[in-house]
Every structure is written in C-alpha cells, then in structure tokens.
T-cell receptor, first 111, second 113 residues
Framework: QQQVKQSPQSLIVQKGGISIINCAYENTAFDYFPWYQQFPGKGPALLIAIRPDVSEKKEGRFTISFNKSAKQFSLHIMDSQPGDSATYFCAADQAGTALIFGKGTTLSVSS | KAGVTQTPRYLIKTRGQQVTLSCSPISGHRSVSWYQQTPGQGLQFLFEYFSETQRNKGNFPGRFSGRQFSNSRSEMNVSTLELGDSALYLC????????????FGSGTRLTVV
C-alpha cells in the first residue's frame, strides 16, 4: 500500500519557468512533510519541510503549499534553473517513526 | 562539519553470501536510519537506531539486521543475499529531535550476482 503518491513521474520545464510537483497522502497521523532533492550518485538532500498546521512555507525559490483537508501538498520551484535538474521526493513522517517516500519526480530544466 | 559517511561505496557479492555496511553519522547525531533505494520500489525504510536501541523497523525480512555502537556509528547486515537485494543502501542521521531533519549519506551500491 503506497501511502504517499507523487506526480508527475517526470517533468520538463524551461529555464525561468515554474516547476510544480504534487503529493497526496492517506494517513492523517502524518505530521511532518519534507521534500528531498537527489542528484545522481548522491543521497537525498533535505530541501524544505512543513508541518500540517502551516499552509505554506517558502525558502528562497522553493515553496511548499499544504492542503490539510485535501491531504495534499506540493513543491513549487520558481525561476527554475538547469542546476535544479534532479530527482525530487516528497515524504511524510509520523512522530519520527520513519520517512515514507513518494516514488520521485525527475525534473529536467532546459536552457 | 563532516557529513554522513558510508562505507564502502560499492560492493559486489554473490548470492547466498552475507554483507555488512557501515555508517558514521554527523557528529552529535544519535539517530541513524537505514533505507533501501531501488528503481522499482523507490526509497523504503529499513530500521532506525537511537542510542544503541532499535526504535523502529520497516517491513523487511529478518535477513536484514542492524546495530548501533556507543559512538553512534551503525552497521547494517544482510545475510543470505538474494538477487533482489541489489540496491542503493542509504544511511541517514538525525539529532533525534523530531522535525530537525535527516541528513543522508551518499549510500552503498550493493550488487548481488
């Protein structure tokens, strides 16, 4: 049973455009929602995270939007750059038990 | 500040053998988690150790085991290797304070032939 569903599987965006990746979860007990970025040959790196009592969090060009009632959250990358080309994973955690990851989105930013 | 160090980076083993992977967390971090990453299943949680005690365990067979030492370094062991165990094994460390985030190492790429 996949508890965190991520879409799209792949995404191509023009340089300067907005990249949007969506995730949906089932378990209402999840209380921590991070996004990770992974480059080939590297481990995932924490980008930004949000708690369910906040509807939006912004850090630089990265913004998480959170909709608790719909059990959905999304990552927006503003002014996308070729260096943002990577695989992005959403995740959810419940009281620090374990990160449950989405299947990942491969982002390609064309110059 | 040194990151999470995993050794070895690459490993090739034969089916039926056993393997031990090592993880040194960020200094001061007391929580170490292990994840398996494969193209088909994605990132899956194996187990988490905090202060030498296993706190949480994922849905993996008993062939997968781990331990943590008093200096927070952790090892993961897989016995009776199967072809399907070929994967990138990632270690993540955390201070143990919930919501502080996890820092991942670069992983150990295990190939079972």
């Amino acid at each position: 049973q996949q508890q965190v569903k991520q879409s799209p599987q792949s995404l191509i965006v023009q340089k300067g455009g907005i990249s949007i990746i969506n995730c949906a979860y089932e378990n209402t007990a999840f209380d921590y929602f991070p996004w990770y970025q992974q480059f080939p040959g590297k481990g995932p790196a924490l980008l930004i995270a949000i708690r369910p009592d906040v509807s939006e969090k912004k850090e630089g060009r990265f913004t998480i939007s959170f909709n608790k009632s719909a059990k959905q959250f999304s990552l927006h990358i503003m002014d996308s750059q070729p260096g943002d080309s990577a695989t992005y994973f959403c995740a959810a955690d419940q009281a620090g038990t374990a990160l449950i990851f989405g299947k990942g989105t491969t982002l390609s930013v064309s110059s | 500040k040194a990151g999470v160090t995993q050794t070895p980076r690459y490993l090739i083993k034969t089916r039926g053998q056993q393997v031990t992977l090592s993880c040194s967390p960020i200094s001061g971090h007391r929580s170490v988690s292990w994840y398996q990453q494969t193209p088909g299943q994605g990132l899956q949680f194996l187990f988490e150790y905090f202060s030498e005690t296993q706190r949480n365990k994922g849905n993996f067979p008993g062939r997968f085991s781990g331990r943590q030492f008093s200096n927070s370094r952790s090892e993961m062991n897989v016995s009776t290797l199967e072809l399907g165990d070929s994967a990138l094994y990632l270690c993540a460390s955390s201070s143990g304070v919930y919501g502080s985030g996890y820092t991942f190492g670069s992983g150990t790429r295990l190939t079972v032939v």
